[in-house]
């Protein structure tokens, strides 16, 4: 059981946070509950690997020309396949995005897609 639950900690350095009031606030913000265990507290990964999922479905969908298949070439861990759909597929909004190099994430966002390509590598 103790495997399946995710520290605060674990989450601030998954989300970039620096403290627990962010990360609470956060929590509260995306409907992911929080289970205080001791004077720790812990969210159930399932739950943010549901958040992510969804996230990643919507941004994809508003992104990609095919969703559904980047997300089927992440799960089977298929880099060829994800890497081809990525650069065949991308709607024009996104080439815009990519070629625009005023466009930049903040430093929060930015170390939630370096932490979340850490993980899929």
Known sequence: MLQNLLGLNELKELTGYDDDRSIIKWCKEKRIPIVPFGKKKYIVKEIIEIYIEQYLK????????????IIESIKLSDKARLSELLL????????DNITDKS????????ELLNNINRHNA
């Not at 919507?58 to 298949?69: C, K, T």
């Open 58 to 69: 919507a941004f994809l969908a508003a992104n990609y020309m095919e969703p559904n298949d």
């Open 88 to 95: 065949e597929s991308p709607k024009q909004k996104t080439i």
């Open 103 to 110: 466009h930049q994430h903040s430093k929060a966002a930015q």
